[in-house]
């Protein structure tokens, strides 16, 4: 089956410790795409991708890292230097190619910082 | 990317047709009109789009206002299963990163 994987469902730290969330897809997508969502908010933008070897911060990068170093792969890395990391983690992928284009999204991890 | 506004919550009792507006007053003439919906604890997930013309797919039917500063998502029989948050966004291009509003909460009710 076609898709993008994310894992684990549900990961749980302490403060203080770096986290790296997976994401991996099978689309052959050349784009990749990281988002926050808070309860009850819409998602927000952290890194995106459009090509291997290349990443653009989004709106709330700041205490986030992330690399590109397959098409396939788009990890991201909550750091202690994210203040309020716990939320879920929505990882999307999309063909970069023409205007119209549909992003497809994997399941989502949930991050809870103790 | 123009901003659109969106009521909060909406019922529609089941099988009859949901209509969810979105306003985007400030719609630029290249720019698209997508939607998407969420399902509680899920990813997102593509409905439609459309840039001036009414469309339709096996979801939903997109119908975009003459003027373009507004559009309505009809689902025609909807379903317990199609409650859900549903997503307007405009925007230039459907490769770029999207921005989303708190978008309207549908509650399909028995």
């Known amino acids: 089956d076609g898709g993008i994987t994310q894992s684990p469902k549900y990961l749980f730290r302490k403060e203080g410790q770096n986290v790296t969330l997976s994401c991996e897809q099978n689309?052959?997508?050349?784009?990749m795409y990281w988002y926050r969502q808070d309860p009850g908010q819409g998602l927000r933008l952290i890194y995106y991708s459009q090509i291997v070897n290349d990443f653009q911060k989004g709106d709330i990068a700041e205490g986030y890292s992330v690399s590109r170093e397959k098409k396939e792969s788009f990890p991201l890395t909550v750091t202690s230097a994210q203040k309020n990391p716990t939320a879920f983690y929505l990882c999307a992928s999309s063909i970069p190619s023409g205007r119209e284009s549909e992003q497809f999204f994997g399941p989502g991890t949930r991050l809870t910082v103790l | 990317d123009a901003k659109t506004t969106q009521p909060p919550s909406m019922d529609c009792a089941e099988g009859r047709a949901a209509n969810l507006p979105c306003n985007h007053s400030t719609i630029s003439g290249n720019e698209y009109v997508y939607w998407y919906r969420q399902i509680h604890s899920q990813g997102p997930q593509y409905i439609i789009h459309g840039l001036k013309n009414n469309e339709t797919n096996e979801m939903a039917s997109l119908i975009i206002t003459e003027d373009r500063k507004s559009s309505t998502l009809i689902l025609p029989h909807a379903t317990l299963r199609d409650t859900a948050v549903y997503y307007c966004i405009a925007l230039n291009s459907g490769n770029t990163p999207l921005v989303f509003g708190k978008g309207t909460r549908l509650s399909v009710i028995a």
């Open positions: 689309l052959n997508h050349d784009a």
